[in-house]
Every structure is written in C-alpha cells, then in structure tokens.
C-alpha cells in the first residue's frame, strides 16, 4: 500500500562560525541565511519533523579552515542541534560523498528534502544535485542569500 504522505527533512548545510563574525572567512550573507534557518528549523521542530546537521570537518592536518574542535568548525549558535537531531559531519564540498547521508535518509524513509546552507556554489549545489539523482524531491530555501 503506498503512503498517502511524503516524509521530510530538513538539511542545514554548513551553517558553522567559519562564516560568521571571528570566523576565518565571514561571508556576505551569512546572517540572512541562519535567520532562513532558524525560521525552518524552528517550523520543522514543532512538526517534529527529521532535521540533520551537515557540518564539515577538514579531515587533512594543514586545513586552516574547519578544523575539528577549533570555534570555527562548530555549528552556529542560532541552529544548535538539539538532542534527537542527527549531525552528519563531511570534509568535502557534497554532503552525500563518503558520509552516511544517503542510508540514514533511507532508513528514515525520506524522500523530500528541504536544504538551507552556506556556498550554494561550493556545497549546496554538489549536494542539491546528487540528491535530485539519487530521487528525492529536493526544496532550496534562501537560495538568494546562501553566497
């Protein structure tokens, strides 16, 4: 029998103090974004909806970005996961390329994906992109701010 609704989840892509104030490389934008995010995170919490952290982690020893446990690779204040929510760490532009993104989005049985983040260019896109191949309905939110 097929489901009369459509399971979702929210994505909150690369949303860390990198890109903010005493961030190694604050972007034009950053703060309209994580408003955008703090406004979905919030509807999808009350729906008590799925909502995944992608937080990127530089995995080689020379990054000067995104080092794990530096303030700059931590998740900003405003989208703090809470318990419950799943973060799925990455150390490279897609959040689907050597992470657990695709089995845990299948064993939830997700299908619709609404992504919020940071670099549309550099991460939203590889990962909008994958999604839509790998079949499931994917929704940008704050794309015109997401630089």
Do not use: C
Not at 13 to 28: A, R
Not at 49 to 75: C, D, E, M, P, R
């Amino acid at each position: 029998m097929k489901r009369k609704y459509t399971k979702s989840a929210l994505l909150l892509v690369d949303i860390q103090n990198e890109y903010f104030y005493k961030g190694k490389m604050e972007l034009d934008g950053s703060y309209e974004v994580a408003s955008i995010a703090k406004k979905m995170l919030a509807d999808f919490r009350k729906k008590r909806k799925t909502v995944i952290h992608i937080q990127h982690i530089a995995s080689h020893k020379n990054a000067s970005l995104f080092v794990s446990g530096t303030y700059g690779a931590q998740i900003y204040e405003e989208v703090m996961p809470i318990e419950g929510e799943t973060i799925i760490t990455k150390d490279n532009t897609n959040s689907f390329s050597g992470t657990e993104l695709f089995d845990y989005l299948n064993t939830k049985q997700i299908e619709h994906l609404t992504i919020v983040g940071m670099m549309n260019d550099m991460s939203n896109d590889p990962t909008v992109r994958t999604a839509k191949d790998l079949g499931f309905r994917v929704e940008v939110v704050g794309n015109e701010y997401a630089v």
